[in-house]
């Protein structure tokens, strides 16, 4: 397993956590002599500007009401920035938050170059059996607790039924449904039937696994991505783009995809829960009954979708462990979990949740916890969070016809044989 800090240099940080050079800008904290917190917690959230992050920041503020001793730095950082900044800031000693939300193929990763606290044993961990075995499989990494899950989710289809009703078309439930639907709707209403993101490969995951691929098998150390499924997979979202029943981007994705579905300039996007709250800003859903949402469409093989999410995982040369733990406690408990379910529409991590009166009844979180519950789970090894970047190089490359899909998948899969030592 690749190492950026020993075990041994772990254990000495936790050990000179109180004094090391760790949180961004915060000063120490301790508990008094009555067991009272205190001090400053520094929290990187990762989530949408504009519409998750204004209740994740108002759910953080209310931490002080427990604690009042105990304040929250809260500091939202892009998504697509987080992982290198927390690797450089913990790497250098200076600058690393005390908690950060963890994409969940991060956490491994974290956790292996020894910038994770584990958990175990520690208030943050409170009820553990709660948590949904998916959810928490990926706060693991060699037997311990470096997070844990705040928040899981899958993708599915989410369409204009506006845009559906005036074209005369029924949700496509395979990929060959979706060309023909696609068709139909252009020749109808004059818009573009889908827009898939073509600048990050986590778009291409359903179509891969529709076809009965994987970017990798880790029980037996193999690289699959290039293997037939890979290839007739990128042969699939090259046809879709190609026919026209689909359009793309080399950059920007997520600003062109939402901003296209958002106006009615196309009738489908593939998304996932947390872009229902940012959804729901667009003229075109003004009125919150015309989004529809229906499960990927299957490939020749199956119908499958990613297993996504986020973490809560605290770094190990925090100066604030115990308040840092609590924090995480407070912030994925059922009472914060049902808050978020509520106002974003986010899945809970703890199955009692699932029950509470606001989420039991909430109609976006009982159209995906199916699809999560099937949702094909990631490989959890450190390298997991490494794997997308020349994937997406070469996905962008076959889309924008820059290269043809055969020798996409060959080239990502030569690089993940560099990356993965000893692999197949």
């Known amino acids: 397993m690749r190492r950026g800090i020993t075990a041994t240099a ?153 845009i559906f009703k005036d074209a005369g078309v029924e949700v496509p439930e395979t990929v060959a449904e979706l060309k023909t639907v696609s068709k139909t709707i252009k020749d109808k209403t004059g818009k573009t039937g889908l827009y898939l993101r073509g600048d990050d490969a986590y778009w291409f995951l359903s179509f891969l696994y529709g076809e009965g691929g994987n970017l990798v098998d880790a029980d037996s150390k193999t690289v699959t991505v290039d293997n037939a499924a890979g290839v007739k997979a990128m042969t699939v979202v090259k046809d879709l783009v190609d026919s026209g029943a689909a359009k793309t981007d080399a950059t920007d994705g997520w600003e062109n995809m939402q901003a296209s579905f958002k106006d009615g300039d196309v009738a489908m996007i593939i998304n996932g829960p947390w872009a229902v709250a940012d959804t729901y800003g667009g003229a075109q859903f003004k009125d919150k009954a015309n989004l529809g949402i229906a499960p990927v469409p299957a490939g020749s093989a199956e119908q499958g979708a990613p297993q996504g999410g986020h973490n809560l995982a605290v770094y190990a040369g925090s100066k604030n462990l115990d308040a840092s733990y609590a924090f995480v406690e407070y912030m994925t408990d059922a009472q914060s979990q049902a808050s978020v379910a509520e106002q974003l529409s986010l899945l809970p991590t703890r199955t009692s949740v699932y029950a509470k009166p606001g989420v039991a009844d909430n109609e976006i979180v009982g159209f995906f916890k199916p699809v999560v519950d099937k949702a094909i789970e990631r490989p959890w090894i450190p390298e997991t969070g490494s794997l997308f970047a020349p994937l997406v190089t070469e996905y962008t490359k076959v889309l924008t016809g820059q290269t043809t899909p055969d020798k996409g998948v060959k080239t990502t899969g030569d690089a993940y044989r560099k990356l993965l030592k000893g692999w197949k």
């Open 10 to 162: 772990l254990a000495a940080i936790l050990a000179l956590a109180a004094t090391a050079c760790g949180g961004d800008g915060g000063s120490g904290g301790s508990k008094s002599a009555g067991g009272e917190l205190s001090g400053t917690v520094t929290w990187w959230d990762t989530s949408t500007v504009g519409s998750e992050d204004k209740v994740f920041k108002k759910l953080a503020e209310g931490f002080k009401a427990k604690h009042p001793k105990v304040d929250i730095k809260y500091v939202n950082v892009p998504f697509g920035d987080a992982q290198n900044k927390f690797k450089n800031a913990a790497q250098s000693g200076s600058g690393a938050p005390d908690v950060i939300r963890s994409e969940v193929a991060w956490t491994p990763e974290f956790a292996d170059l020894g910038y994770l606290a584990p958990l175990d044993g520690t208030s943050a961990l409170k009820d553990e059996k709660d948590f949904l075995p998916q959810a928490a499989a990926s706060t693991k990494y060699d037997g311990k607790a470096y997070a844990v899950p705040q928040v899981i989710d899958s993708m599915g289809i989410f369409y204009n039924k506006k």
